[in-house]
């Protein structure tokens, strides 16, 4: 079935560094995606959405990208502080808007 | 807070018990959703309501799982005759009726089947 998957499972960066966490996704029909940030023992964490009709979308350090063409996306972290250290999954929602699929998430892991 | 409320936060059942977890969603949310997350893995879909109606349940894992939301606002979700394999966090999620809007997620209840 369709699925939504990340690339890499773990990410190190060193403190200050900008950090890139990749995702595929399957189901091209899907028309909306979010990615989330879950600490150890806590429920996710909305971060960031981006809908189809865009390619880029920029918040507080952060910015999701999209790629419809070969289905992938993107959550930059600008200056990632040892706060940023979490699970990050990225989710999509199927086209009747009815349930978000996540992916097996990355643990983003900074460096002091 | 006025944010997603889940309780327990924490649940240690012996197998063969019922559990019953509550989610009360943030107040002006129409849609209420239950997901199950293991160890690793990013969380499951389980089941939805906009408002009192249950719109989708044929994700739950098996009959022993139900859900509720009797008046449109706080959820119940129960699981019959626990099993060990139901140890997991239960997440319970709302979000407005737009279609595309962001869900926001509660902590979570995590149960440990014994």
């Known amino acids: 079935g369709e699925s939504v998957g990340l690339h890499l499972p773990t990410l190190s960066v060193q403190e200050g560094d900008n950090s890139i966490i990749n995702c595929a996704y399957s189901?091209?029909?899907?028309?909306?995606f979010i990615w989330y940030k879950q600490e150890s023992g806590k429920g996710p964490q909305f971060i960031i959405d981006?809908?189809?009709?865009?390619d880029k979308r920029q918040g507080q350090r952060v910015t999701v990208l999209l790629n419809k063409t070969v289905k992938h996306l993107s959550l930059q972290i600008a200056a990632t502080q040892p706060g940023d250290s979490a699970v990050y999954f990225c989710a999509e929602k199927d086209n009747a808007g009815n349930m978000l699929t996540f992916g097996g998430g990355t643990r983003l892991m900074v460096k002091p | 807070d006025t944010g997603v409320s889940q309780d327990p936060r924490h649940k240690i059942t012996k197998r063969g018990q019922n559990v019953t977890f509550r989610c009360d969603p943030i107040s002006e949310h129409n849609r209420l959703y239950w997901y199950r997350q293991t160890l690793g893995q990013g969380p499951e879909f389980l089941t939805y309501?906009?408002?009192?109606?249950?719109?989708?349940k044929s994700r739950l894992l098996s009959d022993r799982f139900s859900a509720e939301r009797p008046k449109g606002s706080f959820s119940t979700l129960e699981i019959q005759r626990t099993e060990q394999g139901d140890s997991a966090m239960y997440l319970c999620?709302?979000?407005?009726?737009?279609?595309?809007?962001?869900?926001?997620f509660g902590q979570g209840t995590r149960l440990t089947v014994v």
């Open positions: 189901n091209s029909a899907s028309d909306y």
């Open positions: 999620a709302s979000s407005s009726r737009n279609m595309n809007t962001e869900a926001f």
């Open positions: 309501f906009q408002n009192e109606a249950q719109l989708e």
């Open positions: 981006i809908r189809s009709n865009m």
